[in-house]
């Protein structure tokens, strides 16, 4: 098993979040929309197996391991938005229970070098999300989760830019 690619420290208590529909708001889209940690972690899932298939056991390792600190992701926006008052149900708006997540959303390519730009595309777009929502939140402890968050997806950056630059060497 793959060891999650995250920052070398620990993600922040959601203990001290108490109900907060505005921070909900600011946060949901992060959860389970097209561009959330939800469809990352089945779009990375995918493509590790077709780079174990192509012989880059290296390589599907390491998004394995991006995909298990994108559900890290998921279980503290998860744990966050119940602590803010809202259900982490899986739809473009929680807790509104309608316009559910699909999985139409996850790029289903078939390159490896499409898989890697994708996922840096994913990357790059997840970080200006975090970004975002840190210049609109005023609740300082959801500010640290998503600080701690936006970290790990700088480091998934890199690594996928890297795994870029293999494919193409």
């Known amino acids: 098993m793959s060891v999650p690619l995250t920052a070398n420290k620990p993600f922040p208590s959601t203990k001290n979040i108490t109900s907060d529909a505005y921070s909900l708001r600011v946060i949901s889209s992060a959860y389970a929309t097209p561009t959330g940690e939800l469809n990352t972690i089945l779009q990375y899932i995918y493509q590790t197996y077709f780079f174990k298939a192509k012989g880059y056991k290296d390589i599907a390792d390491s998004i394995q391991g991006i995909a298990i600190a994108e559900m890290t992701h998921l ?9 803010l008052g809202g259900a982490p149900v899986y739809t473009s708006c ?12 996850v790029t289903y390519s078939r390159s490896l070098i499409m898989m890697a730009e994708d996922d840096i595309r994913a990357e790059k777009h997840a970080i200006r999300t975090y970004e975002r929502m840190l210049c609109l939140l005023k609740n300082e402890n959801v500010k640290e989760l998503i600080e701690r968050i936006a970290e790990d997806e700088r480091l998934h950056l890199k690594e996928f830019e890297n795994i870029l630059c293999k494919l193409k060497s």
């Open 75 to 83: 279980s503290a926006l998860g744990e966050c938005m119940l602590a």
């Open 94 to 105: 929680p807790p509104a229970a309608y316009n559910f997540y699909s999985t139409k959303y």
